[in-house]
């Protein structure tokens, strides 16, 4: 399953390789009526052109059994992909419990991301680095202060508008084999002149590692206030 997702950003929680998962069926579906569609508009304009012979062609009225098929069967694929997604949706942002043990409070700025931590850690500058422990569910808790900003973290497979205003938010729980590696987590929401700048960096690390970053965190932050 790795491997044949390499051409996407690495997929790093379990829910992410869910969305995959759905991506790849919906592109099969697409790919399967697209070939099946295009030959038989090839076929029948071929079959049925305007020949010497036939000048008219024939005066076809519709068909009902055909017409009641071609409506039926995309329906019934739309539902389903409809039900699969929103159980998806509704799975990330209904929060798992323990996970607001970990809250990470999001808030979009013109024109950078600012993270702040339940023992009042506070990040927040240009490119910069937030930390996440694996292995844990951990909620990230979005909002704006201005203008409507995207927080998107495409190893994760997820979205969601910062909205001035209004709260919203989703959980991740990133596989520990991750632990060290850095994702990132641009701004998908043209939000000004500084849009294409406006991203921050997801570290991964082991839960005592977050702890203890958080701990020096909260050290240099009240040593420089
Ligand atoms: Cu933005």
Redesign the pocket.
């Known amino acids: 399953m790795h491997n044949i997702a390499s051409w996407l950003p690495t997929a790093i929680t379990h829910m992410s390789q869910r969305v995959d998962r759905l991506f790849y069926i919906v592109l099969g579906i697409c790919a399967l009526f697209f070939v099946v569609v295009e030959f038989l508009l090839v076929l029948l304009i071929v079959r049925y052109r305007r020949t010497r012979k036939n000048r008219t062609g024939k005066a076809v009225h519709g068909n009902k059994s055909l017409e009641i098929t071609w409506t039926l069967i995309p329906t019934v694929i739309v539902v389903a992909i409809g039900v699969i997604s929103l159980r998806i949706v509704y799975a990330e942002q209904n929060t798992p419990v323990g996970a607001t043990a970990n809250t990470i409070h999001v808030t979009?700025h013109?024109?950078q991301w600012e993270f702040k931590y339940s023992n009042g850690v506070d990040v927040s500058s240009w490119d910069d680095t937030f930390e996440v422990p694996a292995g844990q569910p951990v909620l990230f808790d979005i909002t704006s202060a201005d203008v409507i900003?995207?927080f998107y973290i495409p190893s994760v497979r997820i979205q969601q508008d910062a909205l001035p205003g209004r709260q919203t938010r989703f959980w991740v729980n990133v596989d520990p084999k991750y632990i060290g590696k850095s994702f990132p987590v641009p701004?998908d929401?043209f939000?000004g002149l500084a849009?294409s700048k406006?991203r921050a960096t997801m570290k991964v690390v082991s839960p005592a590692e977050y702890r203890q970053w958080l701990a020096q965190q909260l050290r240099k932050q009240q040593s420089s206030t």
């Open positions: 979009g013109m024109w900003h995207g701004c929401q939000c849009h406006m």
